[in-house]
């Protein structure tokens, strides 16, 4: 989550499903994915699909939401 001038901005990074993992499958599951949140969430989210694996897990608490707008 970012601020750009007033408005926040926000990217989503998911991974791909193994049975999808191919550079065109990705693309349009992101921008299914975006579209789904416009339409249920009402924002604009870019969305990032990576490969398999390519997340990091999480040993402790899971951290969801990286919230880099600027404090005050």
């Known amino acids: 989550l970012r601020r750009d001038n007033r408005l926040d901005e926000i990217t989503v990074k998911v991974e791909a499903r193994t049975d999808a993992a191919h550079d065109s499958s990705r693309e349009n ?12 969430v009402g924002i604009n989210a870019a969305v ?12 402790g608490k899971a ?10």
């Open 29 to 40: 599951a992101g921008r299914d994915l975006a579209h789904r949140i416009k339409a249920y």
């Open 48 to 59: 990032d699909v990576v490969v398999p694996g390519a997340i990091e897990r999480s040993l």
């Open 63 to 72: 951290v969801r939401v990286r919230d880099l707008r600027p404090k005050g």
